[in-house]
Every structure is written in structure tokens, then in C-alpha cells.
């Protein structure tokens, strides 16, 4: 369904660092769930990660305690594509492009093949 395969050999640099930042910190994955549940509740067919992702990062920061939580933009297409594999009821919820990361073919700025 996307490039991501938990599990498999990391794609590019990028990937694993997805990958490590999402095995230290599976509470952003836990609000990214909820988040697009809520959306999905209220009748959204699609959604933009970047919502969800500001109000994960809004939560974290108000919520912890001591050193300041850094949440990288670098993994929004990362956790969409995640919970579009894992979730059958979010497939096509989000829209997603090409990774840059790991696809050498000419792309704008969204993504798309140019």
C-alpha cells in the first residue's frame, strides 16, 4: 500500500529515523490515532496529517514535563501511511505523495511526479 513496511529494512535515512523515533516514543502514535478518529467521528472522508500533527505536537508540549519534545515534520508521512496500513478504515484518509526520500524521479513540492 505505501513504501513503509515496519518490520522490513528501512528504505532510506529518513525511514529509520522514523522508525527510532517511533519505537522511543509510541505515544505519538497512540494521539495520531485518536486525532484522525475524532476527524473520522464529526464525518471527514479525508484529512490532512499536518492537522493532526500540529494538535499531537499542541498536546505533547502543554503535557511534558521538563525538557521540551521535539516532534520532526519529517515523520507526518511516515505516520499516515502507518495508520492507513494498519487501519483498513483509513485507507485513502490522507493524501500522500511520493517520498522524495527514497523516489529519485523529479517532484514538486507536494510530491508529485513532474
Request: charged share 25%; proline share 4%; with cysteine.
Amino acid at each position: 500500500m505505501s513504501e513503509i513496511m515496519i518490520g522490513a529494512p528501512p528504505i532510506g535515512e529518513l525511514e529509520q529515523e522514523f522508525l527510532d523515533f517511533h519505537a522511543a516514543n509510541p505515544q505519538v502514535y497512540t494521539y495520531v490515532k485518536r486525532y484522525a478518529a475524532a476527524a473520522r467521528s464529526v464525518g471527514y472522508t479525508k484529512f490532512a496529517i499536518a492537522c493532526i500533527w500540529e494538535r499531537v505536537r499542541w498536546e505533547l508540549m502543554i503535557t511534558t514535563v521538563g525538557a521540551e519534545f521535539v516532534l520532526p515534520n519529517n515523520h507526518r508521512a511516515y505516520y499516515a501511511r502507518l495508520l492507513m496500513r494498519d487501519d483498513p478504515l483509513y485507507e485513502g484518509f490522507f493524501r500522500i505523495a511520493m517520498l522524495r526520500s527514497i523516489h529519485k524521479e523529479a517532484v514538486d513540492r507536494y510530491g508529485r511526479v513532474i
